[in-house]
């Protein structure tokens, strides 16, 4: 019979939907960047660092909950993973937004809009999914579609690939927009990480 959790052990389930959440804000900021001309980029990279701040904060929150709580809804160990791969996927999101500013990039690759495209859908479907961890109800879906959102990323990625290296940008160019599309890929990886995370959470709680 399991137990039934306390306030203070259901309030993992709020800061997990908040830190996804601030993911959705982080991938909007990712979206606005396509649009802007370079000058408002700095701008854009300011709120991007503040919306990566506020994941710190509530990935170090979930984290000071889960030491000094005696029970736990799931496992210690999924809890802690689950915070830290989202904790990456805002962290990737920022480096992309500042690497584009600190390099003073001017054209983003063509197709790189659906890299980015694919990130807010998979935080979107994150956000959407975080709630539903209380009860382990309708979560099938979303890590299924996350994962074919990671398969898409990978082709988008290895199309980018090709594109900058087609003898239109010179080297150095060429290596600046590949830490910058390399690491939007990684934030897909860590989208995946996180839908793989609340599989196997489900699976033991199942």
Known sequence: MRFRLTPRETSFYDMFAASADNIVTGSKLLMELLGAESSARAEIAERMRAAEHAGDDATHAIFHQLNSSFITPFDREDIYKLASSLDDIMDYMEE??????????????????????????????????????????????????????????????????????????????????????????????????????????AVKES
């Open 96 to 201: 992309a937004v500042d690497l584009v500013v600190l390099y003073e990039i001017e054209d983003l690759p063509k197709g790189i809009e659906q890299q980015i495209e694919v990130l807010a859908r998979a935080a979107e479907l994150t956000a959407e999914a975080m709630p539903h961890l209380r009860t382990m109800d309708n979560l099938t879906e979303y890590w299924i579609e996350v994962n074919r959102l990671e398969n898409q990323a990978d082709q988008i990625h290895r199309k980018l690939l090709a594109y900058l290296f087609n003898g239109k940008y010179d080297a150095m160019e060429v290596m600046k927009l590949k830490q910058v599309v390399d690491v939007l890929e990684e934030a897909a990886d860590a989208f995946e990480h996180v839908a793989n995370t609340v599989e196997t959470i």
